[in-house]
């Protein structure tokens, strides 16, 4: 680099690439472009230095634009060792200087790190010029805060612990990588003033944090927007998942036996996808709510051991652990396709995969590979056990990453300016900007809301212009 901006891309030339295409989303993503218009005068995230962890894609390009816009510095890492989309970091990076000049933004991320580069580039992010501290951390399935939160931890009790035998191979990565850390993990967690936390994993672990006492600062919880969960996780999902099965095996989905594990957002979201292909589907689910929405939806639902035998594509989107194992893989039939996306990568367990006596491992492409058993059959693991619809193809598209992302502006803002609002906890945004979230992106669609009548808003008990539900009711 020239020095002007510290980075670590795979490649500046695609720059211009990732420019075009950053374009043609912001044309897509009537929300952030709003924040810009209403914002940019008053620049409201002035002074805010934010450490960003989510999948550096278009859509978190024109993301990252907006806060910047809007008056922030940041510094930003992906979330996943796979789902940098190369151009977007690029462009990034270059910003309005050149390759041989960039002017941008300090972006560490590439499509394929390994765990060591993940979390090097997770201290890259928290690690400011000039002896700085970051004073905004924006999450994506709390690994950037988690990093922060270990490191006060360990800082307090004096030492970095040994790993022990039960602990996965990823947290002897943090362990080893928080040992030879430079950061004053103390005074960079009295700097922030609050996380933004975008995935229903990331919030999971924040909530766990605030019940046993051990969270450092305020969060929002941007997954529990309206406009974030039933939009992202569900219509996010419907397109992007068939795309990652696409890009990765080209089958033909009509016809054949899909097994969705979980019912939840994400997982409404794969079987409407699926069945939308011409599947047959069969749901997994351990809630009896959800069980039962899947029926009524029309799904069969069955354990996954009853149905293992039968299934050509498995995929998992629990967000909880073990739920494909290897001995599951072992009952498949041949070439039946097993992916994950939920957020991390123990919803597969690879490690058993990996330690089956005798078998083989084949690499067909990047992030496709065929796990051959000593009996001859194979099972074809997508992006390994991660997030395949980022693995294997581009994520969410940016019509309904607009409504994720302005929703993660105002809670930034929220966070920045009213500090003295958000004691130590976790908060979702108020209904009335969720709606107004919504709201920006009706006339791209050209949707016509109704307006009521100030009879009708009387007899309703509402005020004309919302907000019009109670915090309770779940859409
Ligand atoms: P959710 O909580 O709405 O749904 C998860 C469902 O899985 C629940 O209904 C739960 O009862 C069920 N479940 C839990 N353990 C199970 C098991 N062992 N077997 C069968 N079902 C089980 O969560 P949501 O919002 O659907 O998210 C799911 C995961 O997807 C999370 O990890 C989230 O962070 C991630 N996510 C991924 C996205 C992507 O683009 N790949 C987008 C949004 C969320």
Sequence with gaps: GSGLVDYRVADLNLAEFGRKEIELAEHEMPGLMAMRERYRDAKPLAGARIAGSLHMTVQTAVLIETLVELGAQVRWASCNIF?????????????????????????????????????????????????EQPNMILDDGGDATLYVHKGVEFTKAGEVPQASASDSGEYRVILEKLRTSG?????????????????????????????EQALLFPAINVNDSVTKSKFDNKYGVRHSLIDGINR???????????????????????????????????????????????????????TLDDVVGTADIVVTATGCRDVVTAAHMAAMKHNAIVGNIGHFDNEIDMAGLE???????????????????????????LSEGR??????????????MSNSFTNQVLAQ????????????????????LDEEVARLHLDALGVRLTTLTDTQADYLGVAAQGPFKPDAYRY
């Design 413 to 432: 803002i929220e966070l920045f300016t009213k500090p003295q609002d958000y004691p130590t906890g976790v908060y979702t945004l108020p209904k009335h």
């Design 183 to 211: 950061l004053d993990f103390v005074a960079l967690a009295n700097s922030v003033r609050g996380v933004t936390e975008e995935t229903t994993t990331g919030v999971h672990r924040l909530y766990e944090m605030a019940r």
């Design 387 to 400: 997030l395949l619809n980022l693995g294997n193809a581009t994520g969410h598209p940016s019509f309904v």
């Design 355 to 381: 330690a089956t006596p005798g078998i083989e491992r084949r690499t067909v492409k990047p992030q496709v590979d065929q796990w051959v058993f000593p009996d001859g059959h194979a099972v074809i693991v």
């Design 83 to 131: 789902s940098t989309q190369d151009h977007a970091a690029a462009a990034m990076v270059v910003g309005d200087g050149t390759p041989e000049d960039p002017r941008g933004v300090p972006v560490f991320a590439w499509k394929g790190e390994t765990l060591e580069d993940y979390w090097w580039c997770t201290e890259q992010i928290l690690t400011w010029p000039g002896g």
């Design 248 to 302: 990765g095996t080209d089958v033909l989905i009509g016809g054949k036996v899909a097994v969705v594990c979980g019912y939840g957002d994400v997982g409404k979201g794969c079987a409407e996808s699926l069945a939308g292909q011409g599947a047959r589907v069969i749901v997994t689910e351990i809630d009896p709510i959800c069980a039962l929405q899947a029926a009524m939806d029309g799904y069969q639902v069955a």
